[in-house]
């Protein structure tokens, strides 16, 4: 079963940058990275912490009200681990239904990200119950994506709210939790794990410039951590999935329009402004709801001895990098922009192409 899992991590379809191309260039890098996870996959495969050891492993999971982090509670729950599930509301009818559904090894927190007293009383709860054992994995999984338009277009509180909780609120869980981590160090002959989830977090992706930016800044964060914590034989990942699911444009549409002025309404359009409309309604017929890639992802980077430092579970994800990483820029923009179906142009440039075409 866990063989099933690790080797469906780069099969599994979960994201709406699915690329259609022929390009024998874009093939080739698909192939060779398919083979060159598949056999290092396997090899990691025999590396995995015992049993005996897993027992007893209790992790705590930030964001876990929907999405990802729901999925990932009940998914470490029904494998049998002691799992702290931190929400942003309680009460709320995703706690309510992790209540309902898993066991009562699962033990639910207030836990808003943003609000220190918060995450300090999360500290608390959790030392109080694992005592000497410590902790064994913190996951950082709470995030917002906030609206998805050109960046001249968000407001400013937007991008503040977006750093906010995607990054200085991860900051604060892993600066609070990692003496629990170090705690359980002297108990385990095994490494500890530190994940952290973000999306978009290594390539620039048009109308993610909030999100993908305070996502790039985790990323970055998880990358010196990764460097920093290894002599305290603290392992730690960080997930890049393609895939995700938007919020309802209804309310974003109406504070987007708010704060922009009225040289930039004139110059993008109504129209403009519906075409991103329409772009988020796609979105999701280009997402799978199948969570299944992603929870393969996180629970190797949690139970392998040698875990990965990046995972890019989805359809698309490692290939839109190593195409960032390797190939011209100009390709990369010109793939993406043809990948996300931009077709929209501004009021302003639709009227000057008109009066030159009419000289």
């Known amino acids: 079963m866990f063989c099933w899992c690790l080797l469906n991590i780069q099969r599994t379809s979960f994201s709406p940058l699915y690329i259609q191309t022929s390009l024998p260039a874009l093939i080739g890098i698909s192939v060779t990275s398919f083979h060159l996870s598949f056999g290092y996959i396997c090899v990691l495969f025999q590396s ?52 309902r559904t898993c066991s009562q090894r699962l033990c639910l927190l207030q836990l808003d990200i943003t609000n220190p007293t918060q995450v300090k009383e999360a500290y608390l709860q959790v030392s109080e119950k694992v005592q000497n054992t410590g902790l064994w994995g913190v996951v950082n999984n709470a995030g917002v994506l906030g609206f998805l338009a050109d960046g001249e277009l968000l407001p400013m509180n937007m991008y503040r709210q977006c750093m906010e909780v995607n990054f200085f609120g991860a900051v604060e869980v892993s600066k609070t939790f990692l003496p629990l981590l170090r705690k359980s160090q002297g108990r385990a002959s095994v490494k500890l794990y530190h994940v952290y989830i973000a999306p978009a977090g290594g390539i620039p992706l048009p109308r993610y410039a909030a999100y993908g930016a305070s996502k790039a800044a985790l990323s970055m964060f998880s990358g010196v951590m990764r460097q920093e914590l290894s002599k305290w034989g603290i392992k730690v990942a960080a997930i890049h999935p393609s895939g995700f699911r938007t919020e309802l444009w209804v309310k974003q549409e109406k504070e987007l329009v708010e704060h922009l002025s009225v040289d930039v309404q004139q110059d993008y359009g109504r129209d403009y402004l519906l075409g991103l409309k329409n772009y988020l309604l796609r979105i999701p017929m280009y ?61 302003a440039l639709r009227t000057s192409e008109a009066e030159n075409t009419d000289l």
């Open 48 to 99: 995995v912490l015992p049993p005996s050891v897993l027992s007893i492993c209790p992790w705590i999971l930030s964001g876990s009200d929907t999405g990802i982090g729901h999925a990932l509670a009940k998914y470490l729950d029904n494998l049998g681990f002691v799992v702290f599930a931190g929400v942003l509301n309680k009460d709320g009818p995703g706690a309510e239904e992790l209540r």
């Open 287 to 347: 997402c799978d709801v199948d969570l299944t890639p992603v929870l393969s992802s996180i629970l190797h980077a949690l139970l392998a001895k040698r875990p990965h430092g990046l995972y890019t579970p989805g359809k698309g994800a490692y290939v839109l990098l190593c195409i960032f990483c390797y190939f011209p820029l100009w390709f990369y923009d010109f793939l993406v922009s043809k990948s996300l179906g931009l077709e929209s142009i501004p009021q």
